[in-house]
């Protein structure tokens, strides 16, 4: 008989178990990252619409751009927009951490603290409404008006 058709038993037994081990490891680690990632795609999701919205308000003077780091949708032109809230143009920037936003009529309302800077002058109130795209601001609640040169 040839010696090499001669196989040790033993050994074969032993190599199929190694390979069978090498197999289960592999598939073992495969899953624990699929879960991994899994678990960090759940812990990302966040608990708002959009992240970073950014929008523009056209009006017939300026552009006025508007910035948040949250949005959520309230309907299909409300949106409600969260945390570091900033509309500015050229000649104006209003600060405020919570403001719903109209996308259609391009206007805006907030009923929380907001603050005004513009050349000279700041204005803190309780809230404001921008309206006619941006060509009228007024101004909500308890409101002090500092003015310097």
Same mark, same amino acid.
């Given at each position: 008989?040839?010696?090499?058709? =001669?196989?040790?038993?033993?050994?074969?037994i032993l190599l199929?178990?190694?390979?069978?081990?090498?197999?289960?490891?592999? !598939?073992?680690?495969?899953?624990?990252?699929?879960?991994?990632?899994?678990?960090?795609?759940? +812990?990302?999701?966040?608990?708002?619409?959009?992240?970073?919205? /950014?929008?523009? !308000? *056209?009006? +017939?003077?300026?552009?006025?751009?508007?910035?948040?780091?949250?949005? *959520?949708?309230?309907?299909?032109?409300?949106?409600?927009?969260? =945390? +570091?809230?900033?509309?500015?143009?050229?000649?104006?920037?209003?600060?405020?951490?919570?403001? /719903?936003? +109209?996308?259609?009529?391009? /206007?805006?309302?907030? =009923?929380?603290?907001?603050?005004?800077?513009?050349?000279?002058?700041?204005?803190?109130?309780?809230?404001?409404?921008? !309206?006619?795209?941006?060509? !009228?601001?007024?101004? =909500?609640?308890? /409101?002090?008006?500092?003015?310097?040169?």
């Amino acid at each position: 008989m040839n010696k090499f058709l =001669n196989i040790n038993k033993k050994a074969l037994i032993l190599l199929l178990f190694l390979f069978c081990g090498i197999f289960a490891i592999a !598939i073992l680690f495969q899953k624990f990252n699929f879960q991994k990632s899994t678990n960090e795609i759940i +812990d990302l999701n966040p608990s708002f619409d959009i992240l970073n919205p /950014t929008f523009t !308000i *056209n009006n +017939d003077k300026e552009k006025i751009s508007v910035k948040a780091k949250q949005g *959520n949708f309230i309907d299909k032109n409300l949106i409600l927009l969260t =945390n +570091d809230v900033h509309f500015e143009s050229d000649k104006f920037k209003i600060l405020s951490d919570e403001v /719903t936003f +109209d996308r259609e009529k391009q /206007t805006a309302k907030s =009923n929380k603290n907001s603050k005004f800077e513009s050349n000279g002058t700041e204005i803190i109130s309780q809230g404001f409404r921008l !309206i006619e795209q941006g060509d !009228i601001i007024l101004f =909500n609640g308890k /409101t002090s008006v500092l003015l310097s040169q």
